[in-house]
């Protein structure tokens, strides 16, 4: 085992679990209201220095009084479905410092009143490495796509990366293996 992440004050389970492309930084979802996105640095784990990391280095949230839902990592970028917050997105180019670079509010009613109330609005999000697009899911107010200004597609070279992400052929391997 090279890192466990256990002990993590306000997390009794988790959501989503996301790594950078090169294994270093997860940003990691709990889906509960008021928890924001936490960021964690793996490198004192995978160094040997450590075995446990339980604190994370940075969080992100739209809104503190909101839920963030699902999450997709293509390095500098976090694209993010934020429920009642919509689509939204960070940069992690400075960790532990993340900022807010874009957003558009997808879901403009009223807290839910049926289920949870901050469950309403984005759910789901995805972005194509090949051109960037970037397509949504809302409850209430149903597919979006996007495009992001700067954002043409999207290659780990480019970025110093590894070219992985959760949108890639699994049959070839990363663009540039071959």
């Not at 930084?25 to 446990?52: C, M, S, W």
Request: proline share 7%; aromatic share 12%; with cysteine.
């Amino acid at each position: 085992m090279l890192v466990t992440l256990t002990g993590i004050s306000g997390v009794e389970r988790g959501h989503t679990f996301t790594p950078s492309p090169d294994g270093r930084y997860v940003i990691a979802e709990t889906e509960y209201q008021h928890a924001p996105l936490r960021i964690f640095d793996l490198k004192p784990a995978l160094d040997g220095e450590v075995e446990n990391i339980r604190r994370p280095i940075s969080a992100w949230t739209a809104d503190w009084q909101h839920l963030v839902h699902n999450h997709e990592v293509r390095w500098p970028y976090v694209f993010v479905s934020g429920y009642l917050d919509g689509f939204q997105v960070f940069s992690l180019m400075d960790p532990k410092n993340p900022v807010t670079v874009a957003y558009y509010d997808t879901y403009v009613g009223p807290p839910n009143t049926v289920r949870c109330a901050m469950c309403n609005g984005a759910f789901g999000v995805d972005v194509r490495n090949a051109d960037g697009l970037i397509v949504l899911s809302d409850m209430t107010t149903g597919f979006w796509a996007f495009r992001m200004e700067g954002f043409s597609g999207w290659n780990g070279a480019d970025w110093g990366m590894p070219n992985i992400s959760s949108v890639q052929d699994w049959e070839k391997g990363p663009q540039g293996s071959r």
